[in-house]
């Protein structure tokens, strides 16, 4: 029997848009091979993305929308992703079919079908992917997950485990402890997006000699950079040309990556600096955003606008001086800090200068950018903003500190 093209299992995947759903995008396109997706149809929860499905489209063979209650850690939901999964991909032949299997979380729905299938098809070789660490918060605090049901499909994934696994679970019976045991167990590869991530994510393991079957089977790859093309392939107004330098923030605002730093540094820069500053937020949080803005009466300088289809936020993007991202404000780990931001690598893919706001030890610091700050370190923030706005002119620059305050009508 001829096999079939890759299979990929991605819960989050095209035309919905999300973090998750780019990047396996990008990975299958930066593959370059046909492959057949199962992906969740996620219409009620995340917006569409027509450009960002063309992008994929060339190489997905077979697509399999699978509908049911999208909930994050609810059995019901997770179980009828698996179930559906397994009869769709049946109803068309023998899962051996498959020679090769990739699969990414988050959501953790995509490595519970991955597993559930490797279970079936023993000879099909499984890479896993982790986006994030699955059993840490954002802030270093343990994710605690529902208890494992016990029925028909749990026993099956359970046993599958080598004992010692098995009694892991025993000792804390929780959802996402069989999610993330499932690749380390049966993956033949396991990607993380970084070395720290990886670091993290095996010292969950109490046994040193488990974690180096895992490290051993493991490699680290960030999130793809897109083609430089891609950022031609749509037409995107850029900024205003009114002599200012244009600063673009594209992506969600979070309460650990938000902006309110870097405003705070705008508040502060010099009024030389402030008046050859723009800064654009393309976001889904307008409405929020425009709030503080304007409370903070900086609506001259910082706009907020909707957030935009993938391949016009490329070209766009493209037509910035610079583009901002911002490391997570660090957590209680054992680590400096297990998250890369996969913007960067969108911007990357523009060619414009990017400016970094890093925490201390993160990966992103590590790449040293030449345009770097620290994570609420407002004095940081406004030095590199008044370095980088100057860079773009002959004017001598003037000392900015963090106790500098300067007042503003704007």
């Known amino acids: 029997m001829t096999a079939e093209p890759r299979l990929v299992i991605t819960y989050n995947f095209p035309p919905f848009s999300d973090a998750s759903a780019v990047t396996a995008a990008k990975r299958i396109v930066d593959a370059g091979e046909d492959v057949h997706v199962v992906m969740q149809d996620l219409s009620k929860v995340r917006p569409r993305d027509e450009t960002l499905w063309q992008l994929v489209a060339p190489f997905v063979q077979e697509r399999h929308i699978l509908r049911g209650p999208v909930q994050f850690l609810t059995w019901s939901s997770l179980e009828s992703f698996i179930d559906q999964g397994l009869a769709r991909l049946i109803a068309k032949g023998p899962l051996s ?13 995509s490595h519970l079908l991955a597993g559930a299938i490797r279970v079936r098809s023993p000879k099909t070789t499984w890479q896993a992917e982790f986006s994030d660490p699955l059993l840490w918060h954002v802030d270093g605090k343990t994710r605690h997950s529902p208890t494992l049901p016990h029925n028909k499909m749990t026993r099956s994934l359970v046993r599958a485990l080598p004992a010692r696994y098995q009694r892991l679970l025993g000792d804390r019976p929780e959802t996402l402890q069989l999610v993330q045991f499932l690749p380390f167990a049966l993956a033949d590869e396991i990607i993380f ?14 046994d040193g000699r488990m974690a180096d079957v895992v490290f051993q089977k493991s490699v680290v790859s960030a999130h793809p950079t897109p083609p ?16 200012r ?39 889904p949080n307008v409405t929020q955003s425009e709030g503080v803005i304007k409370r903070m009466k900086l609506g001259d300088i910082v706009h907020a606008k909707r957030a935009l289809p993938y391949t016009r936020f490329m070209s766009v993007a493209a037509k910035y ?40 030890g993160s990966e992103l610091e590590k790449r040293a950018y030449e345009y770097e700050a620290r994570v609420g370190d407002v004095g940081s923030i406004a030095r590199c903003l008044g370095r980088a706005i100057r860079s773009r002119s002959s004017e001598v620059p003037r000392p900015v500190t963090s106790g500098q305050a300067i007042s503003s009508s704007r």
Do not use: C
């Open 228 to 243: 430089s093309s891609w950022a031609n392939l749509a037409d995107g107004p850029g900024p205003e040309d009114n002599g």
């Open 245 to 283: 330098v244009h600063f673009g923030y594209f992506g969600s605002l979070y309460p650990n990556r938000g902006l309110g730093a870097l405003l705070e540094a705008i508040r502060i820069l010099p009024p030389s600096d402030q008046d050859r500053l723009s800064v654009d937020l393309f976001t």
């Open 321 to 360: 001086d610079y583009l901002l991202v911002f490391d997570t404000q660090g957590g209680d780990f054992p680590v400096a800090n297990p998250f890369l931001p996969s913007k960067i690598s969108d911007y990357l893919g523009t060619g414009a200068e990017v400016m970094v706001v890093v925490a201390p």
């Open 193 to 206: 997006t970084n070395d720290q991530q990886r670091e993290l994510m095996l010292g969950d393991l109490p």
């Open 97 to 109: 079919r498959y020679d090769r299997m990739y699969s990414r979380t988050m959501w953790p729905h």
